[in-house]
C-alpha cells in the first residue's frame, strides 16, 4: 500500500468534513481532559491519605519536648515510659479497640518524610521534633468518641484526633467532584462516539463514488476503510493532545501559579508533575485508538467493502 | 470461466425471485451478450458474477471458484481479474482522465512505476493517446465510457462485465465503444455484456442469453436480439 495515497486521501476527508472534525475535536479534547482530572484528583485524594489513613481511625498524639514549652495540654512535659505505659494498659483494656500500634518518632518522621518528600517544610524537621503516637483501629469506627473522652487531657496526651473523620469530609467532597467529573466525561464520551459515528457516515456517503470503484476493481477492505479509520484517529489525536494541553495548564495554574494553592495550603501534599506526565500517554492513546474502533464499527454499518 | 448450476436468487422482503434455477456456462474467450427486458434478472445475474450477492440457491463458479466458498476478505483478490464497465461511467470527476485509470491500480497496491507504464498503454489502447490531463467532464459521453473501459483494463482482468455500456450513448458512438469491446475480447479476454440495443446485438451475432423474469428462455450461439415475429 502507498503511504501517500493514503495520506492524501486523509488530508482530503479531514478537509471536507471541516466543521464535523472540529466538533470531534472539541468532544474528544473535553472528554479526554475530564478523564484525566478524574484520574489526577484521585491521585490528589491518595496523596493526601497518607501512611496511616486507611489503617487507622484514631491516634492518640503525645507530648514530645518542644510541645512541653508551648502547648498548655502539656504543660506538664515530655510523655514518659510510666505514662506511655498506663496509656497502652488502658486501651488494651477497652472493648472497642481492636489493635492499637506505637509509632516512635523516627516512625514518625519516616513516614512523614514519604508523603511530603523534600517539600520544604519536611527538610526543617528533625526527627525529636515529631510527636510519639498510638494509632488505634475501631471495632466501630463511630465509637471514637469513647477515646476522645477517656484520653483527651490525661497526663502525656497532646490531643486525641479523628484524623480520618477530618479528612473524610474533604475526601468525600474530593470524591463528589471526581464522580460528577465521570459523569459528564462519560456523557462527552457518548457525544464524541456519536459524533465520530455520524462523521465517518457523512464521509462514507460523499466518497461512496471513490469507495464504489474501489470496490469494483478489487481494493482490499483494509485499504477502502484505512482512509476514514485514520482520519478518525487523526482528528482524535488533536483531541487528545489538546486534552493534555488542559490537564497540563491545570496542573500549572491551579498549583504551582494564578490560584497558587501550593503556597496557599502549604500543609497540603499536593500532587506533582510527574502524576500529570505519566497520564498524558494514556490520554493519547485514548484518543488515537477510541475513535479508530468508533470508525471501524461505523464503517462496518455505512461502508460496504 | 462463469458456470452457474441451478442458480436462483430471492432477495429478502420479496416473493418473486430475481433468477430462477438458472444454468450455463460461459467459456474462456467467449462474447456473450445478456438481453431481456428491465426487471427480467439481468443485473442480477451481474450481481452475483460479482460477488455483489450471494445466489440463494445453486451453486456460482467464477474464474474457476466457488462464490459461495468464498470467503469475505478473498473477494477483492477475485475481483481484481474481473473488469466492469457501467452505463454511467463512473469516473471520479476530480482527477483528470490519466488519474482515473491509475486510481484503478493505486488501489490495489502497484507500484508507481508500474503505473506509469500502464496508464498511457491502455489509453492507447482505447484511443484516448493525448487526453491524458483532461477532465472527464471535458469529455463526450463516448469518450468517457473509452476512460471506463480502459481503467476495467488497466489490471488485464481475464473477465469483463458490462452493464448496458452504450446505454448512454448514439448509435454511432455506440459502435465504436462496441469496436473496442471486441478488441479487447480478441485479446482472450471473457466479455459479458448486458443491453437494450438490438442493433448491436443483431449486427454482432455473438453468444445470446434472454433472460425473461428470472428465467433462462434463450441461449444461443451467434444470435440475434430477439427472434424475429
Request: contains cysteine.
Amino acid at each position: 500500500m502507498r503511504a501517500q495515497f493514503v495520506l492524501s486521501e486523509i488530508g482530503v476527508g479531514l478537509r471536507r468534513n471541516l466543521t464535523m472534525t472540529f466538533a470531534v475535536v472539541v468532544s474528544v479534547a473535553l472528554s479526554l481532559a475530564l478523564f484525566g482530572g478524574s484520574l489526577l484528583m484521585s491521585d490528589q485524594v491518595n496523596t493526601m491519605k497518607g501512611y496511616w489513613y486507611d489503617k487507622v481511625n484514631v491516634s492518640i498524639f503525645l507530648c514530645n519536648k518542644s510541645d512541653a514549652e508551648s502547648d498548655p495540654n502539656c504543660a506538664k512535659g515530655a510523655v514518659t515510659e510510666d505514662q506511655k505505659k498506663s496509656i497502652l494498659a488502658d486501651l488494651n483494656k477497652m472493648d472497642v479497640v481492636q489493635k492499637v500500634v506505637y509509632e516512635s518518632q523516627d516512625d514518625a518522621y519516616k513516614h512523614y518524610k514519604e508523603q511530603f518528600g523534600d517539600s520544604p517544610l519536611a527538610s526543617s524537621l528533625t526527627p525529636d521534633q515529631m510527636q510519639e503516637s498510638y494509632r488505634i483501629k475501631l471495632k466501630d469506627p463511630q465509637k471514637y468518641q469513647v477515646i476522645a473522652t477517656a484520653f483527651d487531657g490525661r497526663d502525656g496526651v497532646q490531643s486525641v484526633q479523628d484524623q480520618k473523620g477530618i479528612l473524610d469530609n474533604l475526601f468525600g467532597l474530593l470524591n463528589g467532584m471526581n464522580w460528577a467529573a465521570r459523569a459528564i466525561m462519560a456523557l462527552m464520551l457518548v457525544v464524541a462516539l456519536m459524533l465520530i459515528v455520524n462523521t465517518v457516515r457523512v464521509s462514507a456517503f460523499s466518497r461512496r463514488r471513490e469507495t464504489g470503484i474501489m470496490r469494483l476493481v478489487g481494493a482490499s477492505g483494509f485499504y477502502i476503510q484505512a482512509p476514514f479509520i485514520m482520519e478518525a484517529a487523526v482528528a482524535g489525536l488533536i483531541g487528545g493532545t489538546v486534552a493534555c494541553g488542559f490537564l497540563v495548564i491545570a496542573r500549572y495554574f491551579i498549583i504551582d501559579h494564578g490560584l497558587d494553592l501550593s503556597h496557599k495550603l502549604n500543609l497540603i501534599n499536593f500532587i506533582g508533575w510527574d502524576a500529570v506526565l505519566t497520564k498524558l500517554p494514556l490520554i493519547l492513546a485514548t484518543s488515537l485508538l477510541m475513535p479508530a474502533l468508533a470508525a471501524f464499527f461505523a464503517l462496518r454499518k455505512y461502508l460496504k467493502v | 470461466m462463469i458456470r452457474f448450476d441451478n442458480v436462483s436468487k430471492v432477495y429478502p422482503k420479496q416473493t418473486r425471485p430475481a433468477l430462477r434455477d438458472v444454468s450455463l456456462e460461459v467459456e474462456k474467450g467467449e462474447f456473450v451478450f445478456l438481453v431481456g427486458s428491465s426487471g427480467s434478472g439481468k443485473s442480477t445475474f451481474l450481481r452475483l458474477i460479482l460477488r455483489e450477492e450471494r445466489c440463494s440457491h445453486g451453486q456460482v463458479h467464477v474464474l474457476g471458484k466457488d462464490l459461495a466458498r468464498l470467503s469475505n476478505w478473498k473477494v477483492p483478490q477475485m475481483r481484481r481479474q474481473l473488469g466492469t464497465v457501467f452505463q454511467d461511467f463512473r469516473l471520479l470527476p476530480n482527477k483528470t482522465v490519466a488519474e482515473n485509470v491509475a486510481f484503478a491500480q493505486e488501489v490495489i497496491g502497484k507500484s508507481k512505476g508500474e503505473i506509469r507504464k500502464s496508464v498511457p498503454q491502455v489509453l492507447d489502447l482505447v484511443g484516448l493517446g493525448g487526453k491524458e490531463d483532461r477532465m472527464p467532464g471535458e469529455l463526450s459521453g463516448g469518450e468517457q465510457q473509452r476512460v471506463a473501459i480502459a481503467r476495467a483494463f488497466v489490471n488485464r482482468p481475464k473477465l469483463l462485465i458490462a452493464d448496458e455500456p452504450t446505454g448512454n450513448l448514439d448509435p454511432q458512438t455506440s459502435v465504436g465503444i462496441m469496436k473496442l469491446l471486441d478488441r479487447i475480447n480478441r485479446t482472450g479476454t471473457t466479455v459479458v455484456m448486458a443491453t437494450h440495443d438490438q442493433n448491436i446485438v443483431d449486427q454482432m451475432r455473438k453468444r445470446v442469453i434472454e433472460l425473461e423474469k428470472g428465467r433462462l428462455v434463450r441461449d444461443q450461439a451467434r444470435g440475434v436480439y430477439g427472434y424475429q415475429h
